[in-house]
C-alpha cells in the first residue's frame, strides 16, 4: 500500500499563486507515475496533470502555461505550482498515484481545497 500526504492548499485571489505538496510513503517501489487530480462541488473529478518518473509531464488544457508539476524522487514527493489561479480553479485537488504492478491509479491522498476569490 502507499499513502499520500497532500498540503498547500488555501485561500488565494485571482491572479494570486499556491503550490501544492504530496508526500508518499509505504510501498514506494510500486509507484511509477504521480499526478493531481481536481473535483468541484457538482462535478466530475478531472486530470490537471501527471508526471512519470522520468520527468515527462501531461496537462489539462485548462491549465497549461498556468501549472507546473514536479516531483523529488529522493524525498517521494510531488508538487503543482499553481500561478495566475482563477475562480474556476477552486476545487479539491488529490494527489494520486500509479501503481506500475497492478497498471493503474491505485493510491489516493485526502485532498487539499484551494479557493480562488474574484
Known amino acids: 500500500q502507499v499513502q499520500l500526504v497532500e498540503s498547500g492548499g488555501g485561500l488565494v485571489h485571482a491572479g494570486g499563486s499556491l503550490r501544492l505538496s504530496c508526500v508518499a510513503s509505504g510501498s514506494i517501489f510500486s509507484v511509477n507515475a504521480m499526478g493531481w487530480y481536481r473535483q468541484s462541488p457538482g462535478k466530475e473529478r478531472d486530470l490537471v496533470a501527471t508526471?512519470?518518473?522520468?520527468?515527462?509531464?501531461n496537462y489539462a488544457d485548462s491549465v497549461k502555461g498556468r501549472f507546473t508539476i514536479s516531483r523529488d524522487n529522493t524525498k517521494n514527493a510531488v508538487y503543482l505550482q499553481m500561478n495566475s489561479l482563477k475562480p474556476e480553479d477552486t476545487a479539491v485537488y488529490y494527489c494520486?498515484?500509479?501503481?506500475?504492478?497492478?497498471?493503474?491509479?491505485?493510491?489516493w491522498g485526502q485532498g487539499t481545497q484551494v479557493t480562488v476569490s474574484s
Open positions: 494520486n498515484a500509479y501503481d506500475r504492478f497492478r497498471a493503474r491509479w491505485d493510491y
Open positions: 508526471i512519470t518518473s522520468g520527468g515527462t509531464t
